[in-house]
């Protein structure tokens, strides 16, 4: 079964590798949150603030992409987690077909914060992680909250 999640929280630090954003489920209390890089989190905070940029970047180019190829972008979903590491696929509807393709979770993020698309969670992934609200050792220096 699939939780239907939202982005949450965005804690960019730009010293470090290490940005962390936050799901939270729609219908209930629990969150948690995701590792990501640097570019992944200006991709996010971009689409958040409805930023254009000059020149397509990665996830307006796969999105052109989709959408030339007759594709239309329908949610993505997070649907494990293996030693750490999390695995998401981009749900794509094309003419009636559904196509499922495997992406690192921080790119189908920022993918479905630019094309408004639902985010969703396996509960396996979401009991594998418990409750806890932060990441141990973690600290995200400013954030930017959308509650």
Known sequence: MAIHMELSRLFIREMTDMQVIELKELEGERTFPIVIGLPEAFAIERGLKGLEVPRPQ????????????SGTLKCIHI??????????????DQ?????EIDCRPS??????????VPILVSEQVIEA?????????VDPGPTFDWD
């Open 107 to 116: 790119d189908a993020i920022a993918l479905s914060v630019s094309e408004q």
């Open 129 to 137: 992680l418990g409750d806890d609200e932060e990441t141990p050792g």
């Open 79 to 92: 649907h494990e987690l293996y030693e750490g590491t999390f695995y998401a696929m981009l749900c794509i």
């Open 58 to 69: 990665t996830h307006d180019l796969l999105s052109s992409v989709i959408n030339q190829l």
């Open 95 to 99: 003419d009636g077909r559904e196509i």
